[in-house]
């Protein structure tokens, strides 16, 4: 079974009538890893987090804002650089929201301070607040 939020997650967007609010997701973002999994186990997760995206975007889509996911392992610079434009797009009176299938790494990279407050992130990552303080 796969157990993995972000179908679920971009499935409640649907139901609430909300397909137009995601505008970035992205997975395997934890950018400083350690060495608690092995390198193929490493690839098989990133193959699962694909397969879990693929589904939610066949099953709930579309979504008018969101055009593709990001794997960060592979495509870091693209990832991020989609993730800055979206939030360079945030404001108070709209706002965005990301979806971060694991570890926010990337968010630090792309969120700029005077924006941070018009941004929804959802992610499966279980954190404590001050670790989300960049």
Known sequence: MIRHRSPQLLGLLNASGANDRPVHLSHSCDLKPTAQISAADELR????MEQVCRVG?????PFE????WFNCQ???DA?????RNATNRSSKADPQWIIEAGEPDM???ALRPRIRRSIHMCTSFRTEPKILQF
């Open 45 to 48: 997760r990133q193959q699962v």
């Open 65 to 68: 804002n969101l055009s593709d």
């Open 107 to 109: 968010i630090g990279f």
């Open 74 to 76: 592979t495509k870091q």
């Open 79 to 83: 990832a991020v650089s989609d993730h």
């Open 57 to 61: 975007f066949d099953h709930f889509g």
